[in-house]
């Protein structure tokens, strides 16, 4: 199998990325973030509890996140792989992720990460809130406790991947094809070694 956590801020371009990575790879897209805003669509009362932590730019709770990304595993379980998009986002999902994937003799083949620096996520991010509506991208209070929860609590994980060996930079500033183009060498030259 191919599992790949997509790593990066927000607005990094991740949902964007894993759309083509899906399409190429033939992969299953697991992205918590669209999980949670289909639970406030749907008005269920997991989607209420989320929403208020959502609108703050506050991470919601592990075992909630786990919950879900848990269901979604058993539900796909004849994927090619998996392309992880805002999951894992602490230490507890990481290794909560990792068990899971063990329980089904497969394991997470790489972690790409996208660099873009804070100005460059903040004014993506606040064109993202004119365009879409998304309440957690309207306003800069909002944008810079995400950036922050980003840097306290998901950052890290590079280093737990890269224990593993399997963390990976990836440039997050050019056009999207050219980001398309790295993330695939960097997955096609890994499939060679294995
Ligand atoms: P972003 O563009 O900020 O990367 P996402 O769509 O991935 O946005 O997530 C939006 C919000 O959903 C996050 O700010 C957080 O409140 C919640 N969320 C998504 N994934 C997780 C997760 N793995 N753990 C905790 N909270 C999450």
Avoid: W
């Avoid at 506050?58 to 805002?86: C, R, T, Y």
């Avoid at 997050?172 to 993330?183: A, H, M, R």
Wanted: aromatic share 6%.
């Amino acid at each position: 199998m191919l599992n790949i956590v997509l790593f990066g801020p927000p607005g990094a371009g991740k949902g964007t990325q894993s759309e083509k990575l899906i399409d190429k790879y033939q992969l299953v897209h697991l992205s918590t973030g669209d999980i949670l805003r289909g639970e406030i669509a749907a008005g269920t009362a997991l989607g209420l509890e989320a929403k208020k932590l959502m609108d703050a730019g506050s991470l919601v709770p592990d075992e909630v996140v786990i919950g879900m990304i848990s269901s979604k595993l058993d539900q796909n379980k004849g994927a090619k792989g998996f392309i992880f998009d805002g999951f894992p986002r602490t230490a507890a999902q990481a290794e909560s992720l990792d068990k899971m994937l063990k329980d089904k003799n497969t394991s997470i083949t790489k972690m790409l990460a996208l660099e873009v620096n804070n100005d460059e996520l903040t004014k993506r991010l606040l064109i993202r809130g004119k365009n879409s509506g998304r309440a957690d991208d309207q306003n800069e209070e909002i944008i810079r406790n995400r950036i922050n929860e980003y840097n306290n609590k998901t950052a890290p994980l590079k280093n737990y991947y890269s224990a593993q060996g399997k963390f990976q930079s990836i440039q997050g500033i050019g056009t999207v094809d050219e980001i398309f183009e790295s993330l695939c060498k960097n997955i096609d030259a890994g499939k060679q070694i294995a």
